[in-house]
């Protein structure tokens, strides 16, 4: 069976790496904008080109799968498409894997959420995915980032940020009813009022850190996905915990699980009205001990096992992750 917790996951992995008995695994793998060059800058070599941080020994080769010579496609263990509906190449052997990889939510993309056929293995958020993955990237890092002094906030300043470029039906109609009961500081198109160099120190720094800079001038930052999916996450939830802000939240059903603690975000539902939520961020930004509550998983030493679980099989481990699982089909293949 699938593992379901953690603890299952690396028992699995282990007897995985210990059953491969140091076979390679071959991957040739596209790219795309949600999976480039600059994602694999992480990726680090042996000097027999296999991957240096994995128990299996997997050679990960990016290509683009159309240029393959029929040769070089049959020495693939597995071909790794990126938010491909169907496979560019068939299968050059019976035996060989087709991986479909994904972290668009099904609402907006179906056609790579197929589970039906063409694919063998398929890699995205939700964790009914062969292998699940998430954004999440160095946690233990959010650890030594200290959170916003709310007691040193300018009061002339809103004390929530907001970024987003994608208009949805929630963003448009749910935030200007908040903004009647407290300012916010909009720095995307989506409801914009704010320039990005009211904060100056932040003008240097290229646009991811441009953003991350951002988020860290405020106290609190909304989170609002362009849907609720379960299991869908993105990185602009983890961005606001690496800045030292608190998420306001509204995504997936179940996304209270996958946070450090359930009590390190404040969730719009959790309000039955907007004037309720915004009497509650009042409260917080005036009470600088309520406020630090929702920080204290910064230096508890365990976080919840359904954020461990998403570390541990997050994009930092996605490609290792990856060539288990084809090793792991090579195993009861017998091959």
Same mark, same amino acid.
């Given at each position: ?21 140091? +076979? =390679?695994?071959?991957? !040739? ?5 949600? *999976? ?5 800058? %992480?990726? #680090? /070599? ?49 035996? +060989? =894997?087709?991986?479909? !990889? ?5 609402? *907006? ?5 197929? %589970?039906? #056929? /063409? ?217």
């Amino acid at each position: 069976p699938k593992p379901t917790n953690l603890e299952e996951w690396k028992r699995l992995h282990y007897l995985v790496s210990y059953l491969n008995n140091e +076979q =390679k695994v071959m991957i !040739y793998a596209t790219q795309k904008d949600s *999976y480039k060059s600059d994602d694999s800058v %992480k990726l #680090k /070599y042996k000097f027999d080109k296999t991957l240096s941080t994995c128990e299996v020994p997997c050679t990960w080769n990016e290509t683009r799968i159309e240029d393959l010579t029929s040769a070089e496609l049959e020495t693939a263990d597995a071909i790794f498409y990126v938010d491909q509906p169907t496979p560019l190449r068939s299968k050059a052997w019976r035996g +060989q =894997k087709l991986i479909q !990889y994904t972290l668009e939510p099904v609402a *907006y993309y179906p056609q790579y959420h197929d %589970k039906r #056929k /063409y694919f063998d293995i398929h890699v995205s958020f939700d964790e009914d995915s062969e292998v699940p993955t998430s954004f999440i990237s160095d946690p233990e890092k959010w650890r030594t980032k200290q959170p916003y002094d709310i007691a040193k906030h300018p009061s002339n300043i809103p004390a929530i940020s907001f970024i987003a470029s994608h208009w949805t039906k929630f963003r448009e109609s749910w935030i200007p009813t908040f903004q009647e009961h407290i300012p916010i500081a909009s720095f995307g198109s989506v409801h914009w009022n704010t320039n990005f160099d009211i904060h100056p120190e932040c003008a240097n720094s290229d646009s991811y850190e441009l953003k991350l800079c951002i988020i860290s001038k405020y106290p609190f930052h909304l989170y609002i996905e362009t849907s609720q999916e379960k299991d869908y996450t993105t990185d602009k939830l983890w961005d606001v915990f690496k800045s030292g802000s608190v998420p306001i939240i509204w995504g997936a059903p179940n996304i209270r699980s996958h946070l450090p603690h359930p009590e390190s975000a404040i969730f719009i539902d959790d309000f039955p009205n907007v004037k309720a939520l915004a009497d509650h961020l009042k409260y917080l930004i005036e009470n600088k001990s309520a406020y630090l509550e929702y920080h204290k998983w910064r230096t508890m030493k365990e976080w919840s096992e359904g954020f461990e679980r998403k570390t541990y099989m997050s994009i930092d481990n996605m490609e290792c992750n990856v060539c288990k699982e084809v090793a792991r089909l090579r195993i009861l293949e017998g091959r």
